[in-house]
């Protein structure tokens, strides 16, 4: 995804102008026509000052490690699905559990879906959202090409269901548009700040990195942490 892209999914997550779509192989924007649903799908807001200050990292590992590792990534991006079915699991058994790295993660908005999604990941609190990520991007070929809008956030609804969320719960996340202007407003400070121009991207102490293998993520880690 370029940064024209970034900017287009972040106007349509806040329902302006029409929604945005990502095709699985390729960074083609296709347009949809603007569907209606219910709360915080249809958060708009012409506000450049959205306090996001009850908008936090996503973190695991020891938040004191040598080396700190950021990704940006968003739920709709095939690539970042692929990264977290395989190097990410890697990542998370040598370095992440083993207290030897920081990892943060940080959405990216291309869509209304990766929004909704979004939600439903934080809805659980942070103690969850890595495991209803983890569900999110297993299932993403599922839940993407579900059909129209509210399908897809029925079967969004089905993992957080999954996660343990009730459904009223669920409900009143999916409903939050003041939750929904401020993640989008945070995501836009960030990627600005980090110079975030494709999904997904990496930032290892300070330094960006684009999407790369586990064997080329484990040589800068290591040379890191052997500095």
Same mark, same amino acid.
């Given at each position: 995804?370029?940064? *024209?892209?970034?900017?287009?999914?972040?106007?349509?997550?806040?329902?302006?102008?029409? #929604?945005?779509? %990502? =095709?699985?192989?390729?960074?083609?924007?296709?347009?949809?026509?603007?569907?209606?649903?219910?709360?915080?799908?249809?958060?708009?807001? %012409?506000?450049?000052?959205?306090?996001? =200050?009850?908008?936090?990292?996503?973190? +695991?590992? &020891?938040?004191?490690?040598?080396?700190?590792?950021?990704?940006?990534?968003?739920?709709?991006?095939?690539?970042?699905?692929?990264?977290?079915?395989?190097?990410?699991?890697?990542?998370?058994?040598?370095? +992440?559990?083993?207290?030897?790295?920081?990892?943060?993660? *940080?959405?990216?908005?291309?869509?209304?879906?990766?929004? #909704? !999604?979004?939600?439903? !990941?934080?809805?659980?609190?942070e103690d969850k959202f890595f495991g209803? =990520?983890?569900?999110?991007?297993?299932?993403?070929?599922? #839940?993407? @090409?579900?059909?129209?809008?509210?399908?897809?956030?029925?079967?969004? @609804?089905? +993992?957080?269901?999954?996660?343990?969320? &009730?459904?009223?719960?669920?409900?009143?996340?999916?409903q939050d548009s003041d939750q929904a202007?401020?993640?989008?407003? #945070?995501?836009?400070?960030?990627?600005?700040?980090?110079?975030?121009?494709?999904?997904? =991207?990496?930032?290892?102490?300070?330094?960006?990195?684009?999407?790369?293998?586990?064997?080329?993520?484990?040589?800068?880690?290591?040379?890191?942490?052997?500095?």
């Open positions: 995804m370029n940064r *024209r892209n970034i900017l287009l999914g972040a106007f349509a997550a806040l329902g302006l102008g029409g #929604w945005y779509m %990502t =095709s699985n192989r390729s960074s083609t924007t296709v347009a949809f026509p603007d569907a209606p649903l219910p709360g915080a799908a249809n958060a708009q807001t %012409t506000d450049a000052d959205i306090d996001t =200050s009850g908008i936090s990292d996503m973190i +695991i590992g &020891d938040p004191d490690a040598k080396v700190e590792i950021i990704e940006y990534a968003s739920f709709t991006c095939p690539h970042c699905a692929a990264f977290h079915q395989t190097v990410f699991k890697q990542l998370k058994s040598e370095y +992440i559990d083993t207290g030897k790295i920081k990892f943060v993660y *940080r959405e990216v908005f291309f869509d209304r879906f990766g929004l #909704w !999604a979004s939600l439903i !990941a934080r809805c659980g609190g209803i =990520s983890d569900l999110l991007y297993n299932e993403q070929a599922k #839940w993407t @090409r579900a059909g129209d809008p509210a399908a897809i956030v029925e079967e969004l @609804r089905k +993992i957080g269901r999954l996660a343990g969320l &009730d459904n009223e719960t669920l409900e009143a996340c999916l202007q401020a993640m989008v407003a #945070w995501y836009q400070k960030n990627a600005e700040a980090d110079n975030v121009d494709s999904t997904p =991207s990496f930032i290892i102490n300070g330094k960006k990195h684009s999407n790369m293998n586990f064997a080329d993520m484990k040589k800068i880690i290591d040379d890191a942490l052997a500095g």
